[in-house]
């Protein structure tokens, strides 16, 4: 589910592994030209048809999510609420995808809803030692 060939030309390849198989995997690479070494998260890619139907799926969940924090007593419990949830809205709505979008879209949704969204990957990598912001740079 993850397309990891976007390899730029001049890149290494120092590790790879996945964090959340087979939706999520890291790219250690290191550029051959300047040296430097790069972080990259690989995720599935999503179309402006996938987007869309992501915007829609969150505005209508937005509407239909009512829960009881007393009654998710495990991420588990509240992972499987939610895939409860995104079937009927799916069903409910009549969305026309196909069974790899609804993955897609499902993946999204729990790493949005119940992870750390963007920096999920990051967050759930235990390979990461610390974590370093050099300020903006346009590579």
């Given amino acids: 589910m993850v397309n990891s060939s976007h390899f730029v030309q001049n890149e290494k390849l120092i590790e790879g ?5 087979p939706y999520a995997s890291v790219r250690v690479v290191q550029d051959a030209s300047r040296g430097n070494v790069k972080y990259l998260v690989d995720e599935p ?5 996938d987007l869309k139907h992501l915007r829609d799926l969150k505005n209508y969940l937005s ?3 009512d829960v009881d924090i007393n009654d998710i007593s495990t ?8 895939y409860d949830k995104i079937g009927e809205v799916i069903k409910t709505h009549k969305f026309k995808i196909t069974p790899q979008t609804k993955e897609k879209l499902e993946y999204y949704l729990i790493r949005d809803h119940l992870g750390f969204g963007k920096i999920d ?7 990461i030692e610390d974590i370093s912001c050099d300020g903006y740079s346009s590579s």
């Fill in 45 to 49: 890619e999503m179309s402006l048809d």
């Fill in 121 to 127: 990957v990051l967050m759930n990598d235990m390979m």
């Fill in 63 to 65: 509407q239909v999510l």
């Fill in 17 to 21: 592994y996945d964090i959340n198989p």
């Fill in 75 to 82: 991420k588990e419990a509240a992972k499987k609420y939610l």
